[in-house]
């Protein structure tokens, strides 16, 4: 069960991404705005990202030959697990402070 949470859960770049994602479950994003939006660097999104992909919890969306969109994977059912999971952990976790 371990080696499976590491696979999503495998760095916290990689956490705030997939929680990007659940927050806005319907936008596309590029590599761009979501470094913005994360407050992370391009090169660890671009980094990150692939993993997401390949698990088939983010969508990847080639428009043209250099522009790539992503979004959650909606439809897929390990992402609707996910999804699920963090709708009725959220509440918990918001009460929470930070470090």
Same mark, same amino acid.
């Given at each position: &069960?371990? *080696? ?18 659940? %927050? ?5 994003? *590029? ?7 994360? %407050? ?13 992909? %390949? &698990? ?14 992503? &979004? ?5 059912? #390990? ?8 709708? #009725?952990? #959220? ?9």
């Amino acid at each position: &069960m371990r *080696n499976l949470l590491e696979k999503i859960f495998t760095s916290r770049a990689q956490t705030r991404v997939v929680q990007h994602f659940l %927050d806005r479950p319907k936008e596309f994003f *590029n590599l761009s705005r979501i470094a913005k939006e994360t %407050d992370l660097a391009h090169s660890t999104i671009h980094r990150v990202i692939q993993p997401l992909v %390949d &698990m088939g919890l983010i969508k990847e969306i080639k428009v043209g030959q250099q522009i790539r969109l992503f &979004m959650l994977e909606s439809e897929e059912p #390990k992402c609707k697990i996910l999804s699920e999971f963090y709708q #009725k952990i #959220k509440p918990h976790l918001e009460e929470i402070p930070e470090e």
